[in-house]
């Protein structure tokens, strides 16, 4: 650990998010109930204390007034001092999480944490001090949630009246097809983890994407994740069934009030019963009869996202920097990369000739010569 006094009288200190302290782990706790901007599972200390299990450089430094903690930036650092949101590529939430009023130096907190950049692509709305450092915003759909007292059709009716009918049918035709259908929302057989990762990574072959799964720490990282029981951060697995066979399933967090859509996959032989709407719409019932206030779908465009949202959050992405010759040659090669990528995803002209290209690629490449591109859902 180490500390450092700034221009505002306060201290930040440098831990391993492993070895946060029961304090320090309450105190981040207190933060997140405070504010709704922040309750998020991905900004969870759990979540980070994950992450640092399996990778060396994740670090999280800890704001402090006087004795008392008051903001937590959890990053990852590499040997030449670039840094990167935590769990940067896998996490839909990234934020320096603090107190009501808190604000930072980002030059000094940068040089604290022995950074010279700091990479973010999906920072919440909130966070001012690194306001100019944004080089794009982005929308991140999101479900309000509302309890139900009746049954999942009644609730889907009142809720999706324009999805019912449709989705309803489907159900119903799975069910005549392959058995009745059940949802566990909270499964607890890591057989159905084994499945959905088996699932997605031939999802990611098909589509010619990166398949993250064939990462080992990928994969230790969302057993760990899966094990992990507290209150703002519990690994939810749920899956629909038909009959004895697997239809549908989704690996996510969840806090006290918000839900992550996370992973999702299903069985391809079973794709025109539209397994993955009928998992969300089942999930996000689900969820709000649990209390969970809101369902976090994740920035980027998908059909099935327009269908469900209420309404839209907004996340930046962009580069903190400070001078320093390692930032600026970070910049140079970072930002072209993602300044192509975001016009392709921002076009449908372009986005759906791309889209066909992997899927070629996809079939044609092993899963380790697989071109990387970042997709989940």
Wanted: with cysteine; charged share 25%; hydrophobic share 40%.
């Amino acid at each position: 650990m180490r500390s450092m006094s700034n221009s505002t009288s306060s201290e930040i200190s440098i831990h391993r998010p492993e070895e946060l302290s029961a304090d320090l782990l309450a105190a981040w706790h207190r933060v997140m109930d405070e504010s709704p901007d922040f309750g998020n599972p991905f900004l969870a200390p759990e979540f980070a204390a994950g992450v640092g299990g399996h990778r060396g450089g994740a670090r999280v430094a800890v704001l402090h007034e006087g004795r008392e903690p008051v903001g937590f930036f959890p990053y990852e650092r590499n040997a030449f001092g670039v840094g990167t949101a935590i769990g940067l590529g896998l996490s839909d939430c990234q934020a320096l999480v603090h107190r009501s009023g808190v604000t930072w130096d980002t030059g000094e907190l940068l040089r604290a944490c022995g950074l010279s950049v700091f990479e973010f692509d999906h920072l919440v709305d909130e966070q001012k001090p690194f306001g100019r450092f944004v080089t794009g915003t982005f929308a991140s759909p999101v479900v309000d949630l509302r309890g139900n007292d009746g049954t999942y059709p009644e609730w889907l009716r009142s809720t999706y009246p324009g999805l019912a009918k449709t989705v309803l049918k489907k159900e119903r035709r799975l069910a005549r097809d392959h058995g009745e259908l059940r949802f566990v929302f909270d499964e607890r057989d890591p057989r159905m983890l084994r499945r959905l990762m088996h699932w997605k990574s031939a999802q990611y072959r098909r589509t010619g994407r990166m398949d993250r799964f064939a990462r080992p720490w990928i994969v230790e990282l969302t057993d760990h994740l899966f094990q992990v029981r507290e209150p703002h951060f519990t690994g939810v697995l749920s899956v629909v069934y038909a009959g004895d066979r697997p239809v549908a399933a989704h690996f996510g967090p969840t806090s006290r009030t918000v839900f992550a859509a996370w992973f999702t996959a299903y069985d391809p032989e079973l794709r025109y019963y539209s397994p993955g709407l009928i998992m969300h719409l089942r999930m996000a019932e689900a969820a709000g009869r649990d209390g969970v206030r809101v369902m976090d779908l994740g920035r980027g465009d998908k059909e099935y996202k327009d269908w469900l949202k209420t309404r839209e959050l907004r996340v930046g992405e962009g580069f903190a920097v400070r001078p320093h010759p390692v930032a600026a040659a970070h910049r140079l090669w970072r930002r072209p990369v993602r300044g192509l990528r975001n016009t392709v995803l921002a076009h449908p002209r372009l986005r759906e000739p791309a889209d066909r290209l992997l899927k070629t690629v996809g079939g044609l490449r092993s899963p380790a010569t697989a071109p990387v591109r970042a997709e989940r859902r």
